[in-house]
């Protein structure tokens, strides 16, 4: 979980509820790609207060790409990794894939050695 520095507040009110500072973010459901060079999952926005609904979005890497997308709260971010950034992503899917691998094996899920 990422605690914002700068929590996002609705412009407008959200299910009845006053105004809200969202101010956590979390990544559920992630989908690793090596092949395409790429991590896709949603955005978990909540609040300190769990008294607040939780918001759910999307986020991508592909490529050099970067989309985070909340739409009920008005987010649609784009922007783009340097060359080395990529590579550091690249080595975040290389690594998972990895550790997945070896852990099927080691627990006997999966005949082999992992590479």
């Given at each position: 979980?990422?605690t914002?520095?700068?929590?996002?507040?609705?412009?407008?009110?959200?299910?009845?509820?006053?105004?809200n500072?969202y101010?956590?973010v979390?990544l559920?459901?992630?989908?690793y790609s090596p092949a395409?060079?790429?991590?896709v999952?949603?955005?978990?926005?909540s609040?300190?207060?769990?008294?607040?609904?939780?918001?759910?979005?999307?986020?991508?890497?592909?490529?050099?790409?970067?989309?985070?997308?909340?739409?009920?709260?008005?987010?649609?971010?784009?922007?783009?990794?340097?060359?080395?950034?990529?590579?550091?992503v690249?080595?975040?899917?290389?690594?998972?894939?990895?550790?997945?691998?070896?852990?099927?094996?080691?627990?006997?899920?999966?005949?082999?050695?992992?590479?």
């Amino acid at each position: 979980m990422i605690t914002l520095a700068n929590p996002v507040v609705l412009t407008r009110a959200f299910g009845g509820l006053p105004q809200n500072a969202y101010d956590r973010v979390s990544l559920d459901n992630l989908t690793y790609s090596p092949a395409k060079q790429s991590i896709v999952g949603d955005v978990i926005v909540s609040a300190s207060d769990d008294s607040h609904p939780t918001v759910k979005g999307r986020f991508e890497i592909i490529g050099s790409s970067v989309n985070i997308i909340v739409p009920e709260l008005e987010i649609n971010q784009a922007g783009s990794l340097t060359p080395e950034q990529l590579v550091v992503v690249q080595s975040y899917i290389d690594t998972a894939r990895s550790q997945i691998e070896s852990g099927l094996v080691a627990i006997g899920m999966i005949a082999g050695s992992a590479q």
